[in-house]
């Protein structure tokens, strides 16, 4: 589902390096659900002003990230996947922190998982 404000104001921001950001984190929510087999199937992406910001969230319905893994998402070499090399995180939050953002996991209370994005508003 897309859930995008209109009237958004511009970031100034790399729109390839921004994208790329944005299918990593969509392909790791709807690889997330599949792996834990979720019935309920729920991917989201929203974007708001958000005071001098744009803020963008990537939200799944999947089986969330444990509590003791939170604290390393963004290392690199740091995965809770079989077969993840644990730099897709590590990469999307070095592009977002070069172009004067963060990125943030959030839990979601009934499950799941919201990645945060928040871009600064060009002045």
């Avoid at 299918?23 to 087999?37: E, T």
């Avoid at 199937?41 to 910001?53: H, I, P, V, W």
């Avoid at 070095?94 to 060009?122: M, N």
Wanted: hydrophobic residues 40%; charged residues 20%.
């Amino acid at each position: 589902m897309l859930d995008i404000a209109g009237g958004l104001p511009p970031v100034p921001a790399d729109g390839v390096q921004l994208r790329q950001v944005l299918i990593n984190l969509l392909i790791n929510a709807a690889q997330a659900m599949a792996d834990a087999q979720c019935w309920n199937r729920a991917l989201k992406l929203r974007a708001r002003a958000d005071g001098g910001f744009v803020q963008i969230d990537v939200e799944d319905s999947g089986p969330g990230i444990a509590a003791t893994d939170r604290d390393r998402l963004f290392e690199g070499f740091y995965t809770t996947r079989a077969s993840g090399l644990g730099l897709g995180l590590k990469i999307c939050r070095q592009i977002v922190e070069d172009h004067g953002g963060t990125i943030d996991h959030v839990p979601r209370p009934s499950g799941g998982s919201i990645f945060r994005i928040r871009l600064p508003i060009d002045a």
